[in-house]
């Protein structure tokens, strides 16, 4: 009678346990528009280039994860054919640099995070390079995976600066773009980019837990629905879709 009670108990479980939603519908993604810089922004951390001028901030606002945040981000974009450009503006946070390893406490530090699909294709990812995630740290540093997932620096994908007032700070970021060809070790060319052209594109900032608090804030570009909150590592179909355009 025991046996039958935990054969019961088991078949219970297993039809109670919640499973993995099918991966979200790219057509349901949002969609920006993201205009062509005539000439493309000096990576100096200053807001003050001719092409920053003429794009308008979006707000990095949509809580991922933890408490609710009185942070107050926003972040421009601009491309040229070599790159995705980055520009955000923290206006009551300044983020510090850590000296540590980056390959080994990349994660246990505030940061940037950019998640880029090349094709805008959608879909799960869980190794090779059909989806680039970078940890972008205030140190210099550029972290990413390699297929296996494991970090590897990628300083050469992205140039950034970060320029700090008393009250604020402004990250300026620009990001070469490769496709799910690229090989780690190998000589490989970035995407030129062009009109028409669209981009799966998500950003994040982690906000490292205090003592006080329970777990890190994280505040991201997109809003995520209830059935696929922490799936943005798995499912790029979340990514929003930017739109080149002239």
Same mark, same amino acid.
């Given at each position: 009678?025991?046996?039958?009670?935990?054969?019961?108990?088991?078949?219970?479980?297993?039809?109670?346990?919640?499973?993995?939603?099918?991966?979200?519908?790219?057509?349901?993604?949002?969609?920006?528009?993201?205009?062509?810089?005539?000439?493309?922004?000096?990576?100096?951390?200053?807001?003050?280039?001719?092409?920053?001028?003429?794009?308008?901030?979006?707000?990095?606002?949509?809580?991922?994860?933890?408490?609710?945040?009185?942070?107050?981000?926003?972040?421009?974009?601009?491309?040229?054919?070599?790159?995705?450009?980055?520009?955000?503006?923290? !206006?009551?946070? /300044?983020?510090?640099?850590?000296?540590?390893?980056?390959? #080994? *406490? @990349?994660?246990?530090?505030?940061? %940037?995070?950019?998640?880029?699909?090349?094709?805008?294709?959608?879909?799960?990812?869980?190794?090779?390079?059909?989806?680039?995630?970078?940890?972008?740290?205030?140190?210099?540093?550029?972290?990413?995976?390699?297929?296996?997932?494991?970090?590897?620096?990628?300083?050469?994908?992205?140039?950034?600066?970060?320029?700090?007032?008393?009250?604020?700070?402004?990250?300026?970021?620009?990001?070469?773009?490769?496709?799910?060809?690229?090989?780690?070790?190998?000589?490989?060319?970035?995407?030129?980019?062009?009109?028409?052209?669209?981009?799966?594109?998500?950003?994040?900032?982690?906000?490292?837990?205090?003592?006080? !608090?329970?777990? /890190?804030?994280?505040?991201?570009?997109?809003?995520?629905? #209830? *059935? @696929?909150?922490?799936?943005?590592? %798995?499912?790029?179909?979340?990514?929003?879709?930017?739109?080149?355009?002239?």
């Amino acid at each position: 009678m025991k046996y039958l009670f935990l054969v019961f108990a088991l078949l219970a479980f297993s039809c109670g346990k919640k499973e993995d939603p099918a991966p979200f519908p790219k057509a349901e993604a949002p969609q920006l528009e993201v205009s062509k810089a005539t000439i493309a922004p000096r990576i100096d951390g200053k807001p003050d280039d001719p092409a920053w001028q003429k794009t308008d901030w979006l707000k990095l606002d949509q809580l991922w994860q933890g408490q609710k945040s009185d942070q107050n981000i926003q972040y421009k974009l601009t491309w040229t054919p070599d790159a995705l450009y980055v520009l955000v503006h923290f !206006k009551n946070l /300044n983020p510090q640099p850590n000296t540590g390893n980056p390959l #080994e *406490d @990349y994660d246990r530090q505030d940061r %940037l995070v950019i998640y880029l699909d090349e094709n805008n294709s959608g879909g799960l990812y869980d190794s090779g390079f059909e989806v680039f995630t970078y940890n972008v740290l205030p140190n210099g540093f550029v972290v990413g995976y390699d297929a296996e997932k494991l970090p590897k620096t990628y300083n050469n994908h992205i140039n950034h600066k970060i320029f700090r007032t008393k009250q604020e700070a402004y990250h300026e970021l620009r990001i070469a773009i490769f496709d799910q060809n690229f090989k780690p070790g190998s000589p490989n060319m970035a995407v030129s980019l062009s009109p028409n052209k669209e981009l799966g594109f998500a950003m994040a900032y982690v906000s490292m837990a205090s003592e006080e !608090k329970d777990s /890190n804030t994280i505040l991201g570009s997109v809003a995520i629905p #209830e *059935d @696929y909150k922490n799936r943005i590592n %798995l499912d790029s179909g979340l990514f929003a879709t930017l739109q080149l355009v002239e």
